[in-house]
């Protein structure tokens, strides 16, 4: 077998037809068959038009929710469609950036895009290191192309766009593109390409050129790499331009053709990005973006081609050797957190000591507070129940007292009453016998000395 291609290698004629130059038929009826995959990335100010120009470069009206301005931060929305086009089938994701350059503070405007595209390859990384893979049915997410949308201000690019492009151009293929291009004159866009361009050499930002590697497609794509920036017009409303229906956009001052070259370069983006070197994007993003990151990521987690002396390095023995390091690492860490632990316990029981101790020392106070409490209580105590013995004997010599007051007064109250019962009777009883008396001395009849005598005392005794 030779060593190079093209090195060493003999070359046979073949007595007859063998049939192995049938072999990029099969290939691309495996391909038709499997179906192709493109994801394409808008990022870019809302208002830019980015939603139309995809309906415009796909002839579909996309389904999507239009954004506004007031997003809090800038939101990645993704959505894949299935398109048929003769007999080929493409698996189309759109990611649009929702709420980029809205903001007061647009410093950090990109993470969430950086964020994003890593996030897809770090999927396709974690499908690739597993035991059983399934990449021929597995739905590439990684960003094939990225569109960025420049507002046409005519002067020269916004700090937020040098900085975001500068960002993504080592993780994803850029295309700038001028959008809305029919805002501003030819003479001002021919100069504001340059200025473009030129700002885009000396920040050191690396967009995406058109390969010229290739013979079948080197003049055209260098042609077309002069052209950068395109500047572009979408519009799905067609209109009536001479026999033809034709999309563009009506103005007051005339129509602007989107497929006119002479209006726009929505032709050349097209031709560029989606006939000629849609291929090309895939393959970059995989051979260059992809193993970029590829590459940095397994160097973060240990591994390497070669040891110290050149010598290629083992998966095996990488990973035994990441693996002792690990465990190294791990226990260190473990005896670390114990001599943590038994610190801490070790403080926290001279705290809990020390708590004891304050609680003891409150006790004592409050039991000695209250054994004084109870004194003084016991002693008030004592002096209200000698009070109360002593209001006892006094209410019982009052009522002694009483009761021989009461009897003494009764005795004379009875002799006192007798003595007038006696003065009454005797009163009545002389008063019977002067009666009686002057009765006998009027009639003339006799006096009974006797009578008047035993009759002198009181009747009722």
């Known amino acids: 077998m030779c060593s190079r291609r093209g090195e060493g290698c003999r070359t046979v004629p073949l007595a007859g037809h063998v049939g192995f130059d049938s072999l990029p038929d099969q290939l691309v009826n495996k391909s038709v068959s499997e179906g192709f995959c493109f994801n394409i990335l808008c990022v870019g100010e809302t208002g830019l038009g980015k939603s139309t120009l995809m309906d415009t470069l796909f002839n579909t009206k996309f389904e999507g929710e239009p954004a506004t301005h007031t997003q809090p931060g800038v939101q990645l929305r993704s959505n894949t469609y299935d398109l048929q086009e003769s007999n080929v089938g493409l698996k189309l994701t759109i990611v649009s950036t929702v709420g980029f350059g809205d903001q007061i503070n647009k410093e950090d405007s990109y993470k969430p895009i950086v964020e994003f595209i890593d996030a897809q390859f770090e999927a396709y990384l974690q ?4 035991i059983r893979r399934v990449l021929h049915t597995y739905h590439d997410s990684r960003i094939h192309a990225c569109l960025y949308f420049i507002a046409p201000t005519g002067h020269s690019l916004k700090s937020l766009d040098l900085v975001t492009m500068k960002k993504l151009d080592s993780k994803v293929n850029i295309i700038p593109i001028i959008a809305k291009s029919d805002a501003i004159s030819k003479s001002e866009l021919t100069k504001f390409k340059i200025k473009i361009t030129s700002e885009l050499v000396s920040n050191g930002v690396q967009i995406y050129q058109f390969p010229t590697d290739d013979e079948s497609v080197a003049e055209i794509n260098g042609t077309m790499n002069a052209h950068l920036p395109f ?20 103005y007051p001052w005339g129509t602007v053709q989107v497929e006119n070259e002479a209006h726009c370069d929505f032709v050349k983006l097209r031709e560029m990005l989606i006939r000629v070197n849609m291929e090309d994007l895939r393959e970059q993003t995989h051979s260059r973006h992809y193993e970029l990151y590829r590459r940095c990521k397994l160097e973060e987690m240990g591994f390497k081609d070669t040891d110290p002396d050149s010598k290629p390095f083992s998966l095996q023995e990488t990973y035994e050797a990441k693996r002792n390091e690990f465990l190294g690492e791990l226990q260190k860490k473990e005896e670390e957190m114990r001599q943590m632990f038994v610190q801490r ?6 705290e809990l000591k020390e708590a004891e101790k304050e609680l003891h020392e409150k006790f004592d106070r409050l039991k000695k507070l209250h054994q004084d409490e109870k004194k003084k209580l016991e002693d008030k105590k004592k002096s209200l129940d000698d009070e109360v013995n002593a209001f006892k004997q006094r209410k019982t010599a009052a009522e002694l007292l009483q009761s021989q007051g009461s009897q003494a007064g009764g005795s004379q109250t009875l002799k006192r009453d007798k003595e007038k019962k006696n003065s009454y009777c005797f009163t009545v009883n002389s008063a ?30």
């Open 345 to 350: 316990v070790k403080e926290k029981e001279a």
């Open 231 to 250: 500047a572009v017009i979408g519009s799905t409303e067609e209109l009536k331009i001479g026999n033809k229906m034709m999309k563009a956009r009506q």
């Open 127 to 130: 499908e690739e290191l597993k």
């Open 432 to 461: 019977v016998c002067r009666m009686l008396h002057e009765t006998q001395v009027l009639f003339g009849l006799p006096v009974d000395a006797l009578f008047l005598r035993n009759r002198a005392g009181p009747p009722f005794l």
